[in-house]
């Protein structure tokens, strides 16, 4: 058995989730590739995949196995990389994710302008705005807004953003505006469903000191742009990060509240897996953007 290919096939199958599509990726039969497969498990004596005439699903074990694999061909990727010339010129696929609102507003362009200066690298891009187990899925790269999310990653940070509170006019014309972050309790906010803090909102008092205040209100949502349009309308206050509702803030729809206390500020991270060697597409990738929003953040108020 040639353990170096039914790895890579054994990867394949588990990340594009079917024998055939897998076949096709390696340009090998869909029997050759189960061969693989079997011969694989045959060898570590262990089942690594459940298969059914409908979907194939990782073991324990091969959860196990899959995430060390996809590790050993990496580092043997890389290891080809370090004696040949795409250590320093960036080629391959890149498997990023990224929050729905920051990747269309200021990763696609960036990603853009990528492709322009390295040709041979070519992206997938999964968007969500829930936190993405990156080694799990078998993603090179995350953009991540505030916290990283575990400590086997690596993080390096491309901008901050600071989050606003806010309402519409047509909010405010109807109900008192608040004058501190305790006046919240009495108003309808805005929550989002994949807040680290859940419904509470942080701030800045004059004097420095942290404020806290738990909120809530007739709109819970998983996705910031409803958030905003829900606040645009009229719906309630709202609490976000300025790469959010910046557009809408600057053409007056809505406008910013509790003037004097400032609201919490975070970092936004490129995070990669931690490992000794990293491919050059994707450290290419990361300077590329610490170098862009250094030179200008867009969405900053």
Request: aromatic share 8%; hydrophobic share 45%; charged share 20%.
């Amino acid at each position: 058995m040639d353990r170096f290919q039914a790895l890579t096939v054994f990867a394949r199958v588990v990340e594009l989730g079917s024998f055939a599509r897998a076949a096709e990726r390696l340009d090998l039969s869909t029997s050759a590739v189960s061969r693989h497969v079997a011969e694989l498990e045959a060898h570590l004596a262990v089942r690594l995949l459940n298969r059914t005439t409908r979907r194939l699903s990782l073991t324990e074990s091969g959860r196990a196995f899959f995430e060390r694999c996809v590790q050993l061909l990496a580092d043997l990727d890389e290891a080809e990389q370090a004696v040949s010339a795409a250590a320093v010129v960036p080629r391959g696929t890149l498997k990023l994710t990224c929050s729905i609102t920051f990747g269309i507003r200021h990763i696609a362009a960036a990603i853009a302008a990528f492709a322009q200066r390295y040709p041979d690298v070519r992206f997938e891009i999964e968007l969500s705005d829930r936190a993405v187990d990156i080694v799990e899925e078998g993603l090179d790269l995350a953009i991540r807004i505030g916290a990283i999310g575990s400590q086997a990653l690596i993080a390096r940070r491309i901008g901050t953003t600071q989050m606003v509170c806010y309402a519409a006019p047509s909010y405010l014309s109807a109900h008192e505006t608040p004058a501190t972050p305790d006046d919240l309790t009495r108003h309808a906010c805005l929550t989002y469903a994949y807040s680290a803090a859940g419904n509470v909102w942080s701030f800045r008092e004059p004097n420095g000191r942290e404020h806290t205040v738990r909120v809530g209100g007739i709109a819970h949502a998983n996705n910031g742009q409803m958030l905003a349009a829900l606040a645009t309308a009229g719906m309630g206050i709202a609490y976000e990060p300025d790469f959010i509702i910046a557009p809408e803030l600057r053409a007056g729809l809505v406008v910013p509240l509790l003037a004097g206390y400032t609201p919490q500020s975070s970092g936004i991270f490129a995070v990669y897996p931690s490992r000794r060697h990293l491919s050059a597409k994707v450290r290419a990738f990361v300077d590329f953007l610490v170098e862009r929003f250094a030179a200008k953040q867009e969405w900053a108020l």
